[in-house]
């Protein structure tokens, strides 16, 4: 693996080789007013920046996070047990606008806040068993622009998408199945960047 490993040629490349990854990117979902708003919100969020286990040593994660969601919505995710925290005003008003909008059902959200382009996230699936079968996930990015990519697992077929602040993407099901995603470091960008990724939960999974 060669250090620009996450790097493809963005524009050219994207959308292009097959597969396709099952996704639907609605650029400025979220007009300026409704981004200040969040992001204003935001600056209230108990965030943290917990310790997960690699290869038996603990590390703190590369972002900040905080979990918020419905009574009986807690996840463990990461290895880490995250209890679903009251929805704040401008959150629930984000998932309540999803809904009418994609008919999407989420009933948590997990915000990461990338500090700078130093705050990453690692390739990964969003396939946590307690995830609902058949449901999307919305993530909306506020902030920063900052490159997602995403990997086919099994065909050499990699995308880079540059989200930009009210940008919204949807990630369809079974898109996590065959999909893994990250977030590379980017030293160039010294802004923060704000990610809301809305999931639907199997209610009481963890009861
Ligand atoms: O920050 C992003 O755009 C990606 C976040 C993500 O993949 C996640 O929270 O699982
Ligand atoms: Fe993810």
């Given at each position: 693996m060669s250090k620009h490993d996450d790097d493809i040629t963005p524009q050219k490349a994207l959308l292009t080789l097959e597969p396709k990854p099952p996704i639907t990117l609605i650029?400025?979902?979220?007009n300026n007013e409704q981004q200040v708003a969040l992001i204003n919100e935001a600056q209230a969020y108990?965030?943290?920046r917990p310790e997960i286990?690699?290869?038996g040593k603990f590390h703190a994660i590369p972002r900040q996070q905080v979990w918020f969601g419905d009574l009986g919505c807690d996840y463990l995710y990461s290895g880490l047990f995250i209890r679903a925290l009251p929805w704040p005003k401008y959150a629930n008003k984000l998932r309540h606008k999803l809904a009418k909008d994609f008919s999407l059902g989420s009933n948590g959200v997990l915000v990461n806040h990338y500090v700078d382009g130093k705050d990453c996230m690692?390739?990964?699936s969003d396939d946590e068993p307690e995830i609902a079968k058949g449901s999307d996930i919305a993530s909306i990015t506020l902030g920063a622009s900052r490159d997602f990519?995403?990997?086919?697992?099994?065909?050499p077929a990699r995308y880079s998408i540059n989200l930009q602040s009210g940008d919204l993407l949807i990630m369809h099901w079974p898109m996590q199945k065959d999909w893994q995603h990250s977030l590379p470091k980017r030293l160039k960008v010294k802004d923060p960047?704000?990610?809301y990724t809305f999931r639907q939960l199997m209610v009481n999974?963890?009861?």
């Amino acid at each position: 693996m060669s250090k620009h490993d996450d790097d493809i040629t963005p524009q050219k490349a994207l959308l292009t080789l097959e597969p396709k990854p099952p996704i639907t990117l609605i650029r400025g979902y979220l007009n300026n007013e409704q981004q200040v708003a969040l992001i204003n919100e935001a600056q209230a969020y108990p965030l943290s920046r917990p310790e997960i286990q690699v290869f038996g040593k603990f590390h703190a994660i590369p972002r900040q996070q905080v979990w918020f969601g419905d009574l009986g919505c807690d996840y463990l995710y990461s290895g880490l047990f995250i209890r679903a925290l009251p929805w704040p005003k401008y959150a629930n008003k984000l998932r309540h606008k999803l809904a009418k909008d994609f008919s999407l059902g989420s009933n948590g959200v997990l915000v990461n806040h990338y500090v700078d382009g130093k705050d990453c996230m690692g390739a990964h699936s969003d396939d946590e068993p307690e995830i609902a079968k058949g449901s999307d996930i919305a993530s909306i990015t506020l902030g920063a622009s900052r490159d997602f990519v995403l990997k086919h697992k099994h065909s050499p077929a990699r995308y880079s998408i540059n989200l930009q602040s009210g940008d919204l993407l949807i990630m369809h099901w079974p898109m996590q199945k065959d999909w893994q995603h990250s977030l590379p470091k980017r030293l160039k960008v010294k802004d923060p960047r704000w990610n809301y990724t809305f999931r639907q939960l199997m209610v009481n999974f963890h009861a």
